[in-house]
């Protein structure tokens, strides 16, 4: 132990950090697995690079040795420290530093690689203010700058800055531009609990689209948090009538959470009402079908089925006949259960869309499965066209018979399944339940079932039976490293997060005006994304440790 925190505090020297570690007695010792000779050779090699500062030398030498010794919790921290000192390199580290805390929670450093971490973050965030207020810039010298200035006004409500935003929003001449991207901000702010921001906001607005968009996220996140009569109140203001009756249904929702049936059904009948001002037949029918659902939780089964004849949109009408047919089972009136479900089968017959029809008859299948009827269940299941959505919703009716108690029936059902892995997914599944169950022995038996070759869902099943928790956590920081993929949300392994200054040089070289602002926009797009992922899991793992 004395050997690994006289090298802790040698690589910290050395990179000017400044880390104190406090001695510790031997039952709080956490000792690190020594390194394989090779492994150890290529990381003495990467701290006499961090002695003369080439960080990306040192990189490649702990890298060296991750090939051989991937799960060192050492070399993580080893890589956090060196990606630390390349300016751009900021959240990468932090996702090493993560990883390490992550396999070893008391380490003797915690506390010191925690503040180490909190002052990437806070870098990470100025790096994206400054690239913002650049494309901002960019924006502004466009010959019609105000689709850009629209683009840089969401991205100032992404991160959280609302009075960046508005004033960005100030810049756009066009009145419906404008409008929609103080929408944006509007309900930015709701999404970060501001809604009196948010109201605030609404009241710019000119566009009554726009409006009714801010309005409707409002109404909605006020009923969720129980101001029922604030959220009817603004409710009332939308005059979209799709916005407003999808409110309404929030509304609905929040007042049967909180056990008010007799003002969710007034609420519903106000509802009902302003689906009838809906002109578009699709989205009419899918307000109808959601106010079928909150017919159907008051105990209004009558009403929902009155309701559920007047929708023209097969798919919706499916998916409301299938909502009550999960009701009248649930109260006992099986015969009911199955004429309703035979009307479902048949409207969704009629769906013409392949992509809809597939979802209504997943639906269907599953509420088949939970009134017990797994072989007609499995016979709906078959008739979807998409094998990734059959195999999903095989798997679910599986699980459905074996958390019925049915283990060897699943095991049958299962066996059905033709295709890998879905096959061995569903197996996976079953042994997850056994194991949630106490029946150990009858997992392993189950898992002895999984092809060898379906590596995915034998790893699956590992887990359930000798569980380590800090593992998946240090395998999500790890995979946010590796992706190299541009075009994915978090490409950490691409270059504006592998060379932040070369990048910029770069980009300030840009002769076009559209190329530059666009490439800056993409990038901060980029960034806010996985900026906002990285604080979340960051958030996480506060929770935890």
């Known amino acids: 132990m004395q050997s690994t925190l006289r090298r802790l505090r040698l690589l910290a020297f050395l990179l000017g950090l400044g880390f104190t570690f406090p001695l510790i007695s031997p039952a709080q010792d956490k000792t690190f697995p020594s390194l394989p000779p090779a492994a150890q050779a290529a990381t003495d090699k990467g701290l006499l690079a961090v002695k003369v500062q080439n960080y990306l030398l ?8 991750r090939q051989i010794a991937p799960e060192s919790p050492e070399l993580f921290y080893d890589l956090g420290l060196a990606e630390s000192n390349l300016p751009g390199r900021e959240l990468r580290a932090i996702c090493w530093f993560s990883a390490y805390l992550a396999a070893s929670p008391v380490a003797p450093n915690a506390t010191e690689v925690k503040e180490k971490i909190a002052a990437l973050d806070e870098k990470s965030h100025n790096n994206l203010t400054h690239l913002i207020a650049s494309a901002q810039e960019a924006a502004s010298k466009l010959s019609t700058p105000d689709y850009g200035l629209s683009d840089v006004t969401g991205l100032w409500a992404a991160t959280g800055d609302f009075t960046s935003a508005l004033n960005a929003a ?87 959470k909180g056990n008010d049936l007799p003002a969710a059904k007034e609420t519903l009948a106000a509802a009902l009402s302003t689906a009838e001002q809906i002109e578009y037949a699709l989205y009419k029918s899918a307000a109808q079908g959601d106010i079928v659902r909150g017919q159907v939780q008051v105990g209004d089964l009558a009403g929902a089925i009155k309701t559920t004849e007047q929708i023209q949109i097969d798919s919706s009408k499916a998916s409301a006949q299938v909502a009550i047919m999960q009701a009248q089972a649930k109260a006992g009136d099986l015969v009911a259960a199955k004429e309703t479900l035979a009307a479902a089968i048949c409207t969704a017959d009629l769906i013409d869309d392949t992509g809809s029809k597939d979802h209504a008859r997943s639906n269907i299948a599953l509420a088949q499965a939970q009134i017990g009827d797994i072989a007609s269940a499995f016979e709906t299941s078959g008739q979807i066209s998409r094998p990734p ?35 061995s997914n569903a197996q996976a599944a079953i042994a997850m339940i056994q194991t949630q169950a106490g029946d150990v022995a009858g997992a392993l038996q189950t898992t002895a079932l999984i092809r060898p070759s379906f590596s995915v869902s034998a790893t699956t099943t590992r ?20 992706n190299s993929d541009p075009y994915n949300p978090f490409p950490l392994n691409t270059r504006p997060f592998l060379d932040w200054d070369g990048f910029m040089k770069t980009l300030s070289s840009a002769s076009d005006p559209q190329t530059f602002f666009d490439v800056q926009r993409s990038t901060a797009e980029s960034m806010t994304w996985v900026q906002a992922t990285i604080d979340q899991m960051l958030k996480a793992d506060a929770k935890t440790m």
Do not use: H
């Not at 249904?249 to 049967?256: D, F, S, T, Y």
């Not at 798997?395 to 958390?403: E, F, G, L, N």
């Not at 887990?463 to 590796?482: A, G």
């Open 463 to 482: 887990p359930l039976i000798q569980s380590d928790s800090s593992m998946v956590t240090v395998s999500t920081w790890l995979e946010k490293l590796t």
């Open 58 to 65: 040192a990189i490649q030498n702990f890298q060296e040795a």
């Open 170 to 256: 100030d810049l756009i001449k066009d009145p419906i531009i404008k409008s929609k991207a103080q929408s944006t901000v509007a309900t930015a702010q709701v999404k970060a609990g501001d809604i009196a921001g948010a109201l605030k906001t609404s009241e710019m607005i000119q566009y009554s689209l726009a409006k009714s968009a801010a309005q409707g996220d409002i109404a909605k996140a006020q009923a969720q948090v129980g101001n029922i009569a604030d959220a009817i109140q603004t409710a009332g203001l939308i005059k979209d009538a799709k916005t407003k009756c999808s409110a309404q249904v929030a509304i609905v929702n929040a007042q049967i």
């Open 389 to 423: 959505l059959k195999n999903s919703v095989q798997i679910s009716i599986i699980k459905t018979q074996a958390q019925a108690g049915d283990i060897a029936g699943a095991l049958k059902t299962a066996d059905l399944i033709r295709a890998e892995p879905a096959k």
